[in-house]
């Protein structure tokens, strides 16, 4: 018997072995589901998920109570109701055309952010079940919606924040900053516009989230950059991202939307009305130090020369004409014209910039 016992334990002892060195040697292979595929799905589910919920309360401050319609219930449902335009955006991204569902509450008065600026704002995240995996608890927080900064933000912010505007601001004696008319919505994202495959604490993979958001402020940002053999060094031209959007076909009366196609993974068919390149050098203008490809950096084409009929205290010629700033009394700031065109006009709209003709390389 004890021999028995002992060949028994070694035979055990063998299989172990041959099932460790079998878990060793074979490697985990995760597959990612195809884009397209995934986005039938999440369509889906956000559209079923607008046809099975309703808006139960908006608050005099724009937070919002969405909650599912109960079996033979009677409210109206998201997609069904009126009170608040259930709007929609065609988005292209990683030969996916989606259809990107958000809820306005209140556009908001002030400015709308380019998708490259820096935003504040509050905000609160769900799955489509309900549950709660992220919140800014009412308080505003700072983003940079330009998807290839160091803390990037997922692609569906960048997209849908645009449509947007930005409110007003008091600042009480004690320093407490209130804000009023600002933006407010909610934004139902499939997940190729969000986490996708990468599961985050309370996200599953391939999962659809609902944002709920009020745009308080917004920076705008000046992206373009220096290219030297494989090094690539920050060197603004002066003119803010937005401005930069030249193509205005599509997108937002041609403020709000700018891209990297050099990106091939996100957009490697992109649509025409995403180009703005306007020397075809495959550096869209945002980037780009010499927008026409002329050799004349921007910043030497707008640079001021030395007996411009012009106030303000820049060198460099803004965009288009400032106003004095009321705040500062003792300085005047307004420039009465923006960057020039060729030939000298500084004020007709729609004119082609210097900076964007490879004509005329210079002011002086």
Not at 15 to 36: G, H, P, Q, W
Not at 155 to 167: A, L, M, Q, V, Y
């Amino acid at each position: 018997m004890n021999k028995f016992k002992f060949y028994f334990i070694l035979l055990l002892a063998g299989i172990a072995m041959v099932s460790c060195n079998k878990s060793d040697d074979e490697e985990t292979t995760v597959v990612v589901r195809d884009y397209k595929e995934q986005y039938k799905a999440d369509k889906d589910s956000i559209e079923n998920y607008l046809k099975k919920n309703y808006i139960k309360e908006v608050t005099a401050n724009y937070d919002i109570v969405i909650e599912k319609i109960p079996a033979g219930g009677t409210q109206t449902s998201i997609w069904d109701q009126k009170d608040y335009p259930l709007e929609s955006r065609e988005v292209y991204n990683r030969d996916v055309n989606y259809t990107v569902y958000y809820l306005t509450l209140r556009k908001g008065t002030g400015e709308a952010p380019c998708n490259t600026d820096r935003i504040y704002a509050s905000y609160t995240g769900n799955l489509l079940n309900g549950t709660v995996f992220d919140t800014s608890y009412g308080y505003g927080t700072s983003f940079e919606l330009f998807v290839y900064s160091d803390n990037p933000v997922i692609d569906g912010w960048s997209e849908i924040f645009p449509k947007f505007r930005t409110g007003t601001s008091t600042t009480s004696a004690d320093g407490v900053i209130t804000y009023d008319n600002y933006g407010a919505g909610v934004m139902f994202l499939p997940s190729g516009l969000a986490y996708y495959s990468n599961p985050k604490e309370k996200i599953p993979s391939y999962s659809c989230l609902v944002f709920s958001f009020k745009l308080f402020g917004l920076l705008r940002l000046d992206h373009d950059i220096k290219i030297n053999g494989t090094a690539v060094t920050s060197d603004p031209d002066g003119i803010p991202d937005y401005f930069e959007d030249v193509n205005k076909e599509g997108n937002n009366n041609g403020i709000g939307y700018v891209y990297d196609l050099r990106d091939k993974v996100r957009y490697p068919n992109p649509p025409a009305w995403m180009i703005d390149d306007t020397d075809g050098d495959g550096i869209a203008d945002f980037l780009d130090v010499d927008d026409d490809g002329d050799g004349y950096t921007t910043r030497f084409e707008t640079t001021k020369p030395t007996d411009a009929p012009i106030t303000g205290i820049s060198k460099y010629y803004p965009f288009d004409p400032i106003l004095d700033n009321p705040s500062t009394p003792n300085v005047d700031e307004s420039e009465i014209w923006g960057i020039p065109a060729f030939g000298g006009d500084y004020t007709s709209p729609g004119r082609l910039r210097i900076h964007v003709d490879k004509n005329h390389h210079s002011v002086k």
